[in-house]
């Protein structure tokens, strides 16, 4: 079966015209060579250094600051940041409001995780850019880190749910190619569902 007729997520919600698949396809090989490529040269140990990475699981909601947090690491720690919404937006566009994109999202996780688990094994730090919002996410990364041999941390920025909104209705006004934006009505039941880090989950773990 080729990828023109496989039923991946991929395919969903882009109608019968093939052309339009394709050039999503072509997309997708773009992002995953850069990708392939920056896991590859992000501060590789010298030949014959053994170096312990370290997997940083980056926690919170949208409009936390997750993501300008991960920037500053990526660049403290000289470690491949994937931020999975930069991702998606420049694949689907402002879908959130679209019955596939948790499919699609859950994809373009699974893919970027490949990325990341080979880099770890080249000894190279990750931080994945995924908000993380279930604790049981958060233990599973961090076991997929101790099988790799690397070690483990959590960045969580708490930042009150009056913030949240104030700075979700700022970043609403200002359209953007690597956020998403947002409904309130969608942003209210997410906060509910938000599972905070307990002090036990903020230790490092080696």
Request: hydrophobic residues 40%; negative net charge; glycine residues 6%.
């Amino acid at each position: 079966m080729g990828f023109l007729d496989s039923p991946s997520p991929l395919g969903k919600g882009l109608g019968s015209d093939k052309q339009a698949v394709v050039g999503i396809h072509w997309r997708i090989d773009d992002v995953l060579f850069q990708a392939t490529f920056a896991a590859t040269h992000v501060a590789l140990p010298a030949p014959g250094v053994v170096r312990v990475a370290t997997l940083h699981l980056m926690v919170g909601l949208p409009c936390s600051g997750k993501t300008t947090l991960a920037q500053k690491l990526e660049r403290e720690q000289s470690a491949l940041r994937l931020t999975a919404d930069e991702w998606h937006i420049r694949l689907f566009g402002q879908d959130a409001e679209e019955p596939e994109h948790d499919a699609r999202h859950g994809l373009i996780e699974a893919m970027l995780w490949t990325i990341a688990r080979r880099a770890l094994e080249l000894g190279t730090n990750v931080i994945l850019d995924f908000g993380f919002w279930a604790r049981e996410e958060r233990e599973d990364y961090r076991s997929r880190a101790k099988q790799l041999g690397a070690s483990s941390e959590v960045h969580f920025l708490n930042v009150s749910a009056d913030e949240l909104m104030r700075r979700l209705a700022v970043r609403n006004s200002q359209p953007s190619q690597t956020s998403f934006s947002i409904p309130e009505a969608m942003m209210k039941p997410w906060i509910a569902f938000f599972q905070r880090p307990t002090p036990d989950e903020l230790a490092r773990r080696e």
